[in-house]
């Protein structure tokens, strides 16, 4: 039979939280009971906890601690300092089961595009830019070259004369043409 959580904390020097922790992300494991064997579980929290926290833990602890003010009625009381290799205890940064979640998410999500481009259901975006760009200018250039071919027929139907027909469509379709080159589509 082992140790509490709590009294293996305590031997641990850390707070209950962070060996429950260590516990639920498998970084130390429990007796069938529920217990802790400190032994095999000093030798997991070692083997089990990232070289770069416990070197900046060892950098904090060999420098100077700053002086703190004297304890107040209305102060909150000074929080205890995690084990090196402990988790952060929800103060904004990421341990590293989280870290791994999100690797696997980023992994899973590459992988579902890169399905998506295999079964040609993705689109390039350069080649559709320059086919929209393409398709553009050909309506343009069908727009420019229609008074052109019509002008002479809706003359002849008005009974006017085509050249100033053809003139009052070129600048009423240029004019058009202009406005909608107004509009910026937006491609993201």
Excluded: C
Aim: overall charge positive; cysteine-free; glycine content about 6%.
């Amino acid at each position: 039979m082992g140790l509490s959580i709590r009294a293996y904390a305590r031997h641990r020097g850390v707070s209950h939280v962070a060996v429950k922790k260590a516990i639920d992300t498998g970084r130390i494991t429990a007796l069938p009971d529920g217990t802790i064997d400190p032994d095999a579980a000093d030798a997991q929290w070692a083997q089990n906890t990232l070289q770069p926290r416990r070197a900046s833990a060892q950098e904090q602890v060999s420098s100077p601690k700053p002086r703190r003010a004297p304890a107040t009625a209305d102060a909150t009381p000074p929080r205890e300092a995690p084990e090196p290799g402990a988790p952060p205890l929800s103060a904004g940064g990421t341990s590293l089961l989280q870290a791994r979640t999100v690797n696997e998410v980023l992994k899973a999500q590459l992988n579902k595009v890169e399905l998506a481009h295999r079964k040609k259901e993705l689109v390039d975006r350069a080649q559709a830019v320059a086919h929209v760009f393409k398709l553009a200018r050909i309506e343009r250039d069908a727009w420019l070259n229609w008074p052109a071919r019509i002008s002479g027929q809706m003359a002849s139907a008005l009974g006017v004369d085509a050249h100033q027909m053809h003139i009052a469509l070129e600048a009423a379709v240029r004019e058009h043409l202009i406005e909608l080159g107004e509009l910026r589509p937006r491609v993201d």
